[in-house]
């Protein structure tokens, strides 16, 4: 009896051995954390700004902190706020990167932006190019969601979903805009994820201020508050650093209200072929994060738009 009982243990614990080895690793699942294809590193060809002088406080000025002579901020969602940041100057195209630091842990609906808009200015037709970062659960699926507004309401968002391809929690990481007379680009660590042509069509074309925030998005993010902010978990802390922003600075507001199309010449270190034309090691890197990491696209979403529009094609 007792050989027996000993050998049926052995047998379960072996079992629940074998177990764990399959269980364990697709937890987590980090089967999408990939190595990115090389590329070039744009980021390095544009010059450093100080956070300090560049921006100025939007909200919840309490949950901000500069540090290294201005050259790096903490923004924190607790409680009692999230935390904003717009810029002194508008831009009309330019260059628009940061690095940043996710807070860690459990930030499902915690969201940490960093965009351009003119919503300010143009309640009924603004533009607005968008980087939102957005918590997870515990199913680790990081995302960054970006999405184009142009000359249009908030009703007719062109988003586009991707699951990160590393834990954005553990270091920086660079986020980028190009937007000029070409093309607008989307870029994480110099990957291009999404590219819009300039199209008559569609096209954000008016100055935009540039925003870094941090804010409550449990009802926006999180199908409608499923998985609200968990403040058990507070302070949800951000970090920026390396913020490149060049670009062609307008303080006024153009005379035309309408917005109509002018093309406006971006400054002279940005109308470099790097910036205006992505080449084909660049193509071939983008069509990696697609295929691989974009899960939603508004040019597939046949449900909400039946007819897609024509930048789709
Ligand atoms: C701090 O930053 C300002 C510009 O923001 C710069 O002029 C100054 O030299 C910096 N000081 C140090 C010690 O780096
Ligand atoms: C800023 O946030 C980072 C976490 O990303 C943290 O390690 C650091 O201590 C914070 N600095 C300050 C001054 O709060
Ligand atoms: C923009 O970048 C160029 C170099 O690429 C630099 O000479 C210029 O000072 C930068 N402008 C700003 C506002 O940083
Ligand atoms: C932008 O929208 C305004 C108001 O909705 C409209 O009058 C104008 O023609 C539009 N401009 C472009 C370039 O589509
Ligand atoms: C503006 O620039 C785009 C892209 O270079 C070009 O296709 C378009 O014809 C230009 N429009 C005008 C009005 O010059």
């Not at 177990?19 to 980090?30: D, E, I, K």
């Not at 409680?79 to 842990?105: D, E």
């Not at 940490?112 to 533009?127: C, E, G, I, Q």
């Not at 986020?175 to 590219?195: A, G, K, M, S």
Request: with cysteine; net charge neutral; charged share 20%.
């Amino acid at each position: 009896m007792e050989i027996s009982r000993g050998v049926m243990e052995l047998r379960l614990l072996s079992f629940i051995f074998l177990c764990m080895l399959f269980v364990v690793p697709s937890r987590g699942r980090f089967t999408r954390y990939y190595t990115p294809p090389n590329v070039p590193r744009l980021t390095d060809l544009v010059p450093r700004v100080s956070i300090d002088q560049c921006f100025a406080k939007l909200f919840g000025a309490s949950n901000m902190r500069l540090m290294n002579n201005g050259s790096s901020v903490n923004l924190t969602l607790d409680k009692v706020s999230g935390a904003g940041l717009v810029s002194r100057n508008k831009y009309h195209y330019g260059f628009f990167s940061a690095s940043i630091k996710l807070p860690s842990g459990l930030t499902s609906g915690v969201v940490v932006a960093f965009y351009l808009s003119n919503a300010d200015v143009y309640p009924h037709s603004h533009d607005e190019i968008d980087i939102e970062l957005l918590g997870h659960d515990k199913r680790k699926d990081w995302v960054i969601q970006t999405n184009i507004y142009a000359n249009g309401s908030v009703k007719t968002g062109r988003e586009e979903k991707f699951y990160l391809w590393f834990d954005p929690s553990l270091k920086y990481h660079d986020y980028t805009i190009i937007w000029n007379n070409y093309h607008t680009v989307f870029l994480v660590d110099n990957i291009p994820v999404r590219e819009l042509r300039n199209s008559e069509a569609f096209y954000p074309s008016k100055p935009m201020s540039v925003f870094v925030t941090i804010w409550d998005g449990s009802e926006w993010a999180t199908h409608g508050g499923k998985y609200p902010v968990d403040y058990k978990y507070a302070p949800y802390v951000a970090s920026f650093e390396e913020m490149e922003i060049n670009g062609s600075m307008t303080t006024s507001t153009p005379t035309s209200p309408s917005g109509s199309k002018t093309n406006v010449s971006s400054p002279d270190t940005l109308e470099r072929p790097e910036f205006i034309k992505l080449s084909q090691q660049q193509i071939e890197a983008m069509d990696w994060a697609r295929r691989k990491l974009m899960f939603y696209s508004y040019c597939k979403d046949t449900s909400r738009y039946k007819v897609l529009p024509p930048e789709c094609k």
